[in-house]
């Protein structure tokens, strides 16, 4: 379904650039102007994870966006997707929830939309949304988190976005912070995605409940008494509420954040970081302890100024936002 928002178009305006999501279950595409907004979007499945269908996916939606913004033509794509992506931002090398390796993505949807096209990582892309456009405006050095099951990095220094000599730097999900601890999917154990997460959430509140039955009551009644309804926005939901064992998973996941945030302040010196993914939204819940544990880990933390924690502006857009305008400079 299109929602469109392109009323007084002509032939006279400028070429749009298309940004796109690709996710392990849908490809969110929209018209992104130079402005950062977004004219016109839409949605549609990966109906399998297998590479091909996925550039089927992309290709209806540009189609169907091209449609819907004319006669203004496009004239780039910008494509975000959850993996490590080359150097010359073409190949998806290794995409774990997609199943891709050494995917050359970005010459299968030029070749099939005829326009040229930039192929990035999500979290960079994110990233550069909110450098451009959101939370990160004013502030050339700039990391962004991802919160959501795992978690995403994206580095902006001096203005622009840091890749790595490989392209696939920012991977901060999966620095290690407590050897020989959790196994996380990546195939090494104790990441730091593993304590900071969404998936780190859900595990703190199965165990808190399930120790103690009764003072996760709460919690229970919202899961409609099933450990199994027991998800992000449930514990989000009671710790709201000021359930004390929803608000104690926040606290230990918040403070599992801090921490990693205080040790790349010490490698990347940024001036802001930029909280967003879905356990973000949580706000204060999450971003509170991550401020007081950040404090108090931070290197220095007497003699030198503090980076500010804030949470992203641009929500789920922000990827679509962020990767027209890679494809646009």
């Not at 979007?41 to 990966?46: I, Q, Y």
């Not at 975000?80 to 997609?98: T, V």
């Not at 204060?284 to 007081?292: E, F, M």
Request: glycine share 16%; with cysteine; aromatic share 4%.
């Amino acid at each position: 379904m299109i929602a469109a928002t392109t009323s007084g178009r002509n032939r006279t305006e400028p070429g749009l650039v298309v940004g796109v999501d690709v996710g392990g279950t849908k490809v969110a595409a929209g018209v992104v102007d130079a402005t950062g907004a977004i004219l016109a979007s839409v949605r549609w499945p990966t109906p399998t994870k297998e590479p091909a269908a996925v550039v089927d996916s992309i290709v209806a939606a540009v189609d169907e966006l091209r449609v819907a913004v004319a006669p203004r033509p496009l004239e780039a794509i910008g494509i975000g997707a959850a993996g490590w992506i080359d150097r010359e931002r073409s190949h998806i090398l290794f995409a774990p929830n997609l199943a891709w390796r050494n995917e050359p993505l970005r010459d299968d949807v030029s070749a099939r939309t005829g326009l040229p096209v930039v192929v990035e990582n999500d979290a960079n892309a994110m990233a550069w949304g909110e450098y451009r456009f959101g939370a990160g405006r004013g502030h050339d050095d700039l990391l962004c988190v991802t919160v959501g099951t795992g978690i995403g990095g994206g580095i902006v220094l001096d203005g622009r976005l840091h890749r790595g000599h490989f392209g696939i730097g920012g991977e901060i999900g999966h620095m290690q912070i407590v050897p020989g601890g959790q196994p996380c999917g990546c195939g090494n154990r104790g990441c730091f995605e593993q304590y900071g997460s969404g998936r780190a959430l859900l595990r703190t509140a199965h165990e808190l409940v399930m120790a103690s039955p009764a003072a996760g009551r709460r919690m229970l009644e919202l899961a409609d008494g099933d450990m199994a309804g027991l998800t992000g926005p449930t514990i989000t939901e009671a710790a709201r509420e000021g359930d004390p064992l929803a608000v104690k998973c926040f606290e230990e996941v918040g403070s599992w954040l801090g921490r990693g945030l205080a040790s790349l302040a010490s490698v990347l010196d940024p001036s802001r970081f930029v909280v967003g993914g879905g356990v973000a939204e949580a706000g204060d819940l999450l971003l509170g302890p991550a401020r007081a544990e950040f404090y108090y880990n931070l290197s220095g933390r007497e003699h030198r100024p503090a980076a500010e924690i804030v949470v992203a502006e641009l929500g789920p857009p922000a990827g679509i936002i962020g990767a027209a305008d890679l494809a646009r400079t």
